[in-house]
């Protein structure tokens, strides 16, 4: 007996990003803007942190292009990660406004594989792997 | 509200000690400060144990400060638990100063207690990721020597673009070296071996452009301080007295990114684009100084290059004039403001329940005069007569959860 059990894609965490259903649909980010002052947040709250009031945020997807703030090479992992050695960690700022970090992938993890300032895009990738085997898929950035 | 003065201070050598349990490390401190202070145990009111990751790492979840302190012998008093990241000795502080300010109690302990240090490294590292919201560092991947080395990263880029400091890999490690020279005058520091540029730059690369020696590695240890109401500190002590002249902690107040396009976000220090420390400010303005002032400092280095931003954060200098600052030698110990004469937490150690009150305690004696041979001789040559302790603890948007400031005076 066989267990061909179809390995599934699981988001690393709900709600913080579209998981594209198809090969044409594609991946962004999902915050919250207020309607009052326009604060873009990412990821969603329900407290709009500039106005300090809970019901004018709205859910909203966010740009899939950011600038690089900052990058790292890293040549420790923390458990669950060993196998990613060695790997960028970055922050990028999206236009609207939210910095976030992410992982980054399409370059070889070296210091000179990025320069301050460059344009990535938001990409959904393989994470790591749950104990069932399954593919935890995770929002990652590539250079555009 | 009432002033208080410090009469005791208590140490555990900061270190790798797998074999000691947090009741082990505490125990040593407490009695260290007991002893330090001449008082008699039952005279302490009451107690504030900061710790902050003993459940990740020993399972001891709950009742933290009543177990360890029952070991020592202390029960029957208020034992309040404290905790905010690498700000929880502060913290500890912090509340044991209201306490006896308020007029609760004559008499107060804090103490600071962590174990860190596992043989499986991978497992600090994880735990060390719940000092931010774990939605959003938990099981990622994410670490924060990846932050810091990003924004180091940054600053070696050209001064004046996209945040460039013109700093380079070699001033980090100089950073390094002084911290492990302080550190080897320091007999509770974790790293007490000298070493020299070359060394730093050739150990292995953490997380570039940060090499093993740059960072604050995993430690255990423990430190405590004894507070007392000003008008009884006669009682205990005959040293001079040291009070405390101005405590400020707040959580990293909401950074509008729209309305501060400059600010590194994500970023060690709560600079903003003014480049101040407010936490810092506050504390320098309700202790009735500025910077200028300050005799000896402690700041909180997760990585010891991060030193060059408090130089300008804190006030010491212009933002842009840190590396010259440094060069100049202003902040060694035989400089006008030395600044982590411990070895901060790169060398002395990072047992992060403890680290808050590593530094007070270094700092307490300095104002004394007992911290040789890293004595510092005070701006105006007659001794150090302000002291100011840098600490910072976890990180959200916008900068460190908790960032705190506290200032002592002789």
Redesign the interface.
Known sequence: MSDQVEKKRIP??EGFFHMPESAEDEPYLIGSKCREC??VAW?SRPVC??CVRDDTMEEVALSRRAEL??????????????F?IP?I???V?LPE???L?T?VSGVEAR?DALK??QEMEMIVDK??EDEQGNDVV?WKFRPV | MREVAVIGVGMHKAGKFLDKSLKDLGQVAIWNAIHDAKVNPGDIGCAYFGNALGGAITGQHMVRGQVVLRYAGLSGIPIINVETACATGTLAFREAWICVAAGLYDVALAVGVEKLYLADTAKSIRAMATGSDVDYFGDLGFQYMGMYGGNLRRQTGEKGKEGGMGWTQELFAKMAVKGKYNGSLNPYAQYQKRMTVEEVLNSRVVAYPLTLYMCSTMGDGAAAVILCAKEKAHNYSSRPLVTVAAQVTRAAAFVDPRRQPEMDVIDETPSGPTGRDKVAYEAYEIAGIGPEDVDVAEMHDAVAPTELNSYSSLGFCDRGEEKEFFESGRSQITGDIPVNTSGGLAARGHPIGATGLYQIGELVWQLWGEAEPRQVAGRKKQGPKVALASNGGGVVEGGPAAMCATILKR
């Not at chain 1, 900052?70 to 060993?82: C, E, K, R, T």
Request: charged residues 10%.
């Open positions: 690393v965490r326009g604060y990821p942190p500039a703030v900052s990058f790292s090479v890293l040549y420790q992992a923390p458990a669950g990660f060993d990613s790997y960690q970055a922050t700022r406004g939210p910095t970090f992982m210091a301050i300032g994470l790591r995770s």
